[in-house]
């Protein structure tokens, strides 16, 4: 089973659309959550952290279920500017340090 | 401007040869990473220091060397070791390695 898993999609959405993303991960012990975004060809950016309470940025909302070990991305009234590649990323300490894990990534594709 | 720089963006290589991608950070962080991408594919781990003279190989070291002699450099050699180079190569930084982790720009490697 894969550390970080989720579903690659791709999403293909009207603008306006409400969509949700989730990531589920293995490690129990798995300590803190973000959301990236990276567009076609370039580098990963930092969306959003997710904390336990669950946060809110505009019309983006991430959650987090420590039970059920998932994380998840809520966005509302979507935007063509909002295609794009959706990865969630999991910071696990392993041995002395810490790691990051990504997701393999959430494609989508919102239409006008 | 604060960041993280990687050079060059393009950069082929010849069989049996060693490149090696540039990574300079001037956000005074402690923990640089190494990720490479391949296409439709998530990020990989393959070498990560949390401190100046020390690192960690990652998932996927095989065929690849770094240094860390400075704070600000954490250079990644592409050994003739390494079959199948081809891909996209990502460097990241974080405070502390619990922070969020921050991107350059990536280097793409091919072979000739």
């Known amino acids: 089973r894969k550390e970080v898993e989720q579903d690659p999609g791709p999403f293909n959405v009207p603008e306006g659309a409400t969509v949700a993303f989730n990531c589920t991960y293995s490690?129990?012990?798995?300590?803190?959550f973000f959301w990236y975004r990276q567009d076609c060809r370039k580098e990963p950016k930092l969306l959003m952290s997710?904390?336990?309470s669950g946060n809110e940025d505009g019309r983006f909302t991430a959650q987090l279920n420590r039970a059920s070990q998932y994380i998840s991305l809520l966005i509302r009234d979507s935007k063509l500017s909002d295609s794009a590649t959706y990865l969630c990323?999991?910071?696990?300490?392993?041995?002395?340090?810490?790691?990051?894990?990504f997701g393999s990534g959430t494609q989508l594709t919102v239409l006008p | 401007d604060g960041g993280i720089t990687q050079s060059p963006k393009y950069l082929f290589r010849k069989e049996g040869q060693n490149v090696t991608l540039s990574c300079e950070q001037n956000?005074?962080?402690?923990?640089m990473y190494w990720y490479r991408q391949d296409p439709g594919q998530g990020l990989r781990l393959i070498y990560y220091?949390?401190?100046?003279?020390?690192?960690q190989k990652g998932d996927i070291a095989e065929g690849y060397s770094v240094s860390r002699e400075k704070k600000e450099s954490f250079p990644l050699t592409v050994t003739s070791a390494q079959k199948n180079p081809t891909a996209f190569y990502l460097c990241a930084s974080s405070i502390d390695g619990v922070q969020p982790q921050h991107f350059g720009d990536g280097t793409r490697l091919s072979i000739l």
């Open positions: 220091s949390q401190i100046v003279n020390d690192f």
């Open positions: 990323a999991v910071n696990t300490l392993s041995g002395s340090a810490r790691q990051l894990t």
């Open positions: 490690n129990s012990a798995s300590q803190s």
């Open positions: 997710v904390y336990s």
């Open positions: 956000l005074n962080h402690d923990a």
